[in-house]
Structure formats: structure tokens, C-alpha cells
């Protein structure tokens, strides 16, 4: 970006996905922004990026990276009202971000647990309703042991097996 005579030039975008940015970016929209900008970093391990917020002190826009992603937060507004998300993130160790977002007061959904299909998983939700679910691969399942394992865990949980 350049300037003249205090004027800034806007360069043509290289790319049309911003940097550090995937195809794939979570928008929440809730009342309180700020407060779920906090719980991201305090409870998420986030970096707040950027805040944008109106004249009244609603945030309009902000921008949190978790891990390698980014989460786009609002606040609600006329056009736009609160939405509820359910979001997995895979995580170094899911028993540790379970218990960071437990610290920041999320409430428990499900304590960690290893599952079939071969990641130990957790889940939370936030005073917004968004349930956070923390991920670890702890293995690599091939497709047809995956199926297998999916079987035996349905006719576990619910005494038959389902129908594909």
C-alpha cells in the first residue's frame, strides 16, 4: 500500500482468499462479541487479530486466529441475529483444551473420551451456545476397520446396527 498526499492507494488483492486465511472461515454472530473474543483467547488459546467496533461500541467485526485458523465474530444486529455453531477442533492434547475452556467457564458437553474412529474427543459449550468440541488423532483407522469399529459402536450404543 502506498500513499500520497495522505491518501492511502489500495494494491489489487494477489489472492482471493486473505492471507493466513482457509475456504472454510466460521462467522459467529452473538450478543456480546467481546465478551466471546475473550473466552476465545482466555478458553481457546486465541490471538485476537482485529476489532472493529461502531460508534455505540458494537463490535461490527473481529478477528480471532485459533491454531491455524481464523474465527470472524460480530455482534447481533438487525439484520443479522444470534446463531448457534457447532465447531471440532483438533487440538495437541483434547484433555488440556477441555480443561482450558472448562477454566474460562464454558460448560461440559462430554469429558474426553477415545472414540472408534480413532480421536480422543471432547466437548464444551459457551454462555452463547456454540458447542466446542477438542480433537487429538491418536490413530490413523483405515476405511474398512473404521466401519467395523462404527458397527460394533452403534449396535453397543444402540442395540442395532444403522442402515447406510
Excluded at 26 to 36: A, K, S, T
Excluded at 38 to 50: N, S
Excluded at 57 to 74: E, K
Excluded at 97 to 104: R, S
Amino acid at each position: 500500500m502506498d500513499t500520497y498526499l495522505n491518501f492511502k492507494i489500495m494494491t489489487k488483492a494477489k489472492n482471493y482468499i486473505p492471507k493466513d486465511f482457509h475456504t472454510v472461515t466460521p462467522f459467529l454472530v452473538v450478543d456480546g462479541g467481546l465478551d466471546l473474543i475473550d473466552f476465545l483467547v482466555t478458553g481457546l488459546g486465541g490471538k485476537q487479530l482485529f476489532v472493529m467496533k461502531d460508534d455505540n461500541g458494537v463490535l461490527t467485526h473481529g478477528t480471532v486466529q485459533v491454531g491455524d485458523s481464523m474465527i470472524m465474530i460480530g455482534d447481533t444486529m438487525k439484520e443479522m441475529p444470534s446463531q448457534t455453531a457447532m465447531l471440532y477442533l483438533y487440538v495437541k492434547d483434547a484433555d488440556a483444551a477441555y480443561n482450558q475452556a472448562l477454566g474460562a467457564n464454558a460448560e461440559n458437553v462430554r469429558e474426553p473420551k477415545d472414540e472408534f474412529y480413532g480421536d480422543r474427543a471432547a466437548a464444551v459449550k459457551d454462555r452463547w451456545g456454540n458447542t466446542w468440541w477438542f480433537a487429538t488423532q491418536k490413530e490413523d483407522v483405515e476405511d474398512a476397520e473404521l466401519e467395523r469399529r462404527a458397527q460394533e459402536a452403534y449396535k453397543k450404543q444402540n442395540g442395532e446396527q444403522p442402515v447406510y
